[in-house]
């Protein structure tokens, strides 16, 4: 069961930046797609980004393209999301997660993802 430990988050003012790191378990992190999702309080969780498991074809939601940018490190077995601009509505618990499959074509949907780490809190104030 792969483990992923998120860290980065906190509380930054509207207009900042903030690097979300997301550490991997095991040795298969490079055959795996990887997001970002986040849940603000009431809300559901929705998707922030994702990465294929080559690095190629980032996604990302609409709102936060432009400002947001996920990456990949595979020999740290580590994905990040790079997040500048802030704004208040950026608030959430973000999640990183896997993918439900090795080598999948198809990350842009929570379905998509079958491990999840425990979240990380960004506050962003006005």
């Known amino acids: 069961q792969v483990q992923l430990v998120e860290s980065g988050g906190g509380l930054v003012q509207a207009g900042g930046s903030l690097r979300l790191s997301c550490a991997a378990s095991?040795?298969?992190?490079?055959?795996?797609?990887m997001g970002w999702f986040r849940q603000a309080p009431e809300k559901e969780r929705e998707f922030v980004a994702a990465?294929?498991?080559?690095?190629?074809?980032?996604i990302y939601a609409d709102s936060v393209k432009g400002r947001f940018t996920i990456s990949r490190d595979n020999a740290k077995n580590t994905v990040y999301l790079q997040m500048n601009s802030l704004k208040p509505e950026d608030t959430a618990v973000y999640y990183c997660?896997?993918?439900?499959?090795?080598?999948?074509?198809?990350?842009?949907?929570?379905?998509?993802?079958?491990?999840w780490g425990q979240g990380t809190q960004v506050t962003v104030s006005s």
């Open positions: 997660a896997r993918g439900r499959t090795s080598y999948s074509s198809t990350y842009y949907s929570a379905a998509d993802f079958g491990s």
């Open positions: 095991g040795r298969t992190f490079s055959s795996y797609n």
């Open positions: 990465i294929s498991w080559s690095g190629s074809l980032p």
